[in-house]
């Protein structure tokens, strides 16, 4: 009797001595090779979508589902609003072009920017384009989808950003000048009375 008791005690405590031995044991997963590209805008993903976030989808009105941010608002300011937020949202392409993200992605985000800010110029009908175009939101969805299937870019794609970011460059002074203009009219006629 005791010996089998011996036996069935020594059975369960190699059983345990098993069980303990295939915990430790460690399972390998293979996995494909993380790419460096999306590895680059895995980190450049949580400013654009803070700067979507704040800049287009900040606020809900009341009672809808619409959503809107400091940019419509920020616009509402003659000249200077428009310009601001072009400056804002160019600051997050020059992040992303320090992060290795392809030309012609950085091309695509300049042209939502670019095409917010000439619209933007337009009093009132600028503001109500921002409020629908929302830009930051696109161009934050542009980086969702580039990370998803990463492209190399070309050279042709290096003289398509230049055109653009010189474009943007210019239109964003004439904005500033155009502000400039807009504030000495306005003092001349408070203070000229």
């Known amino acids: 009797m005791k010996s089998q008791i011996d036996h069935s005690d020594q059975r369960s405590r190699a059983g345990e001595q098993d069980q303990f031995r295939q915990s430790k044991t460690f399972e390998w997963e293979v996995l494909p090779p993380e790419d460096r590209q999306s590895r680059k805008l895995s980190g450049l993903e949580p400013l654009f979508r803070w700067l979507a976030l704040i800049m287009d989808d900040f606020l809900r009105l009341p009672g809808t589902r619409l959503r809107f941010g400091l940019d419509p608002i920020i616009g ?3 000249g200077i609003g428009d310009v601001a937020s072009a400056i804002i949202s160019a600051v997050a392409l020059v992040h992303a072009a320090r992060y290795g993200v392809p030309k012609i992605l950085i091309a695509r985000m300049a042209t939502n920017i670019l095409i917010n800010e000439l619209v933007g110029i ?8 921002s409020f629908w175009f929302k830009s930051n939101v696109r161009n934050y969805e542009l980086l969702q989808r580039s990370s998803a299937a990463p492209a190399r870019s070309r050279r042709g794609d290096w003289i398509f950003v230049i055109a653009v970011l010189t474009l943007l460059f210019i239109i964003v002074c004439a904005g500033l000048i155009v502000t400039v203009l807009v504030l000495q009219a306005i003092g001349r006629f408070v203070f000229d009375r």
């Open 76 to 78: 509402l300011l003659p």
């Open 122 to 129: 337009i009093p009132g009908l600028g503001d109500a384009f």
